[in-house]
């Protein structure tokens, strides 16, 4: 018998859309992927040395549970540089990739039956991690007049005595837009805690992003390399919580992941030692394909209300072409062949919307650009 939960797990649709691609593509079929939102770059130099020096220095063993101390204390350092908080490396819990700190996180938080606040569109995969810990997500509609900002007075309707917390994303996934200093202050007034995903923290492009410590000690926030440091396949990503939720998460991890891995946890070291020139061309560089892609858009005439400014995404409004979302991104890849994401796998409030990723050369974001060009002059 397979349980019901996993029966109602829904899929994540940007990875359908990205098997459907590579089926194409073993046709012969060349493909722009402007759906994957992953970086195109490759490790920085210095993380590919790191990795080579942990295999050649035999440090791939067990770790401590909670991290490797000297990653704790750089990721302290890190939050201390770039946010003037500070932040003991005791509260910080390195885990394989930012997924399982989200599961530690909720964990800690939630019992059956308990609910968490989550914005509608936001990251697929919150509600089902929350769904399989027998909690409730609770979507509040956000909307692109707003720049996809929550509104406090929606939250309120649908606040209760069972809220275990309210996730934020800023920048956020899959619009590319940041929460104001002011919306985050007023979502601590509910007096529930906040979980703060902060996985494109430095992929800013205009003002920067605040992280929820500058604002609350007892927030929870949730960081990886994936994203930044183009280390997806790392899989190294941490959680900062209060000091009092760290015995019980580490327990979690003991039990559910025993420790991130040794080689990756190096490659962080260095990373956040050494890395920064290397980060900031990849930001630049992703500055300008923003513009480009942004401008592109809005000229096929799609209208962006607030155009994005972080992360690697712009969440266009369709709707003029389609309400139905799924069918249109699958309509475009198999005669543009360019992969978009629909904006339906990020909640309903995103139905109507598409999904472009510019973690692609300008090279191939222009030739997507072209061939979506064509496509809606023959549709339209």
Known sequence: MITQKAKEIKPFIVMEVMEKAAEMERKGINVIHLEVGEPDFNVPQCVSEA????Y???????????????????????????????????????????????????????????????????????????????????????????????????????????????????PMNPTGNLLSPEVMQDLLKFDVPVISDEIYHGLVYENR????????????????????????????????????????????QQNLFICASSTAQRAGVSALKNAAIEVEQMRKTYDKRRKYLVNRLQKMGFNILVPPTGAFY????????????????FHILENAHVGVTPGVDFGENGE????????????????????????LKIRI
């Open 352 to 375: 109507g919307f598409l999904r472009f990723s510019y973690a692609n050369s300008i090279e191939n974001i222009e030739e997507g650009c072209n061939r979506l060009e064509k496509y």
């Open 209 to 252: 992003a605040h992280s929820i410590l500058e604002y609350s000690k007892d927030a929870f926030v949730l960081n990886g390399f994936s994203k930044l440091y183009a280390m997806t396949g790392l899989r190294l990503g941490y959680v900062i919580a209060p000091q009092e939720y760290i015995r019980p998460m580490q327990k979690l």
């Open 51 to 54: 990795v080579n020096q942990a």
């Open 56 to 170: 050649t220095e035999g440090r791939t063993h067990y770790t401590h549970s909670l991290g490797d101390p000297e990653l704790r204390e750089e990721i302290a350092k890190k939050y201390k540089r770039e946010y003037d908080v500070t932040v003991s490396p005791e509260q910080i819990i390195v885990t394989s990739g930012s997924s399982p700190a989200i599961l530690l996180t909720l964990g800690v938080l939630c019992e059956a039956d308990d609910e968490v606040i989550l914005s509608d569109p936001g990251y697929a995969c919150y509600q089902n991690f929350i769904r399989f810990i027998g909690a409730k997500a609770v979507k509040i509609p956000v909307y692109e007049e707003d720049g996809f900002q929550y509104r406090p007075e929606e939250i309120c309707k649908r606040i209760s005595e069972k809220t275990k917390a309210i996730l934020i994303n800023s």
């Open 314 to 329: 712009v969440f266009v409004n369709a709707k003029h072409l389609s309400n139905n979302s799924y069918n249109l991104a």
